[in-house]
């Protein structure tokens, strides 16, 4: 009887052993989505920023201003995007907004690990030109 009730509880562990383990890979597997739809979109949006970039370079501000602002949906919190949404608000003289947006770019450019230095202090410069319009200097 020991022996019997001993197997029954030892088959019951071992069917039962897939299951949970099956719980434990969905969880890896659902966090391996989650990472890989991260790096899609930042992945994207390095994409969209180059073509804003593009646009903005050939004077078709409306366009790279419509480019960024897409990209921006899929990862609001990229400081190059902020940098040129505040580039575009700037040579649409949109001082306020552009000033924002700058501040945006510094805000998440500080989070980032490894974001280089002239990175940062670009958003900084073009405050300092909205600044000089103002005549706060």
Known sequence: MKLLQSLTCAALVLSLTPALMGCQGKGNHDKWVDDSVTEWSRVKSSVAMEMAQSH?????????????????????????????????????????????????????????????????????????????RWQRF
């Open 56 to 132: 903005f370079n050939s004077g078709q501000i409306a366009l790279a201003e419509k480019t960024v602002e897409d990209a921006m949906q899929a990862d609001p919190e990229n400081p190059q995007l902020w940098l040129m949404a505040g580039r575009v608000a700037l040579e649409n003289s949109e001082l306020e907004i552009a000033y924002q947006r700058l501040s945006k770019s510094n805000e998440y450019g500080e989070k980032l690990e490894g974001y280089k230095n002239e990175e940062k202090a670009k958003p900084y410069y073009y405050q300092g030109i909205i600044d000089q």
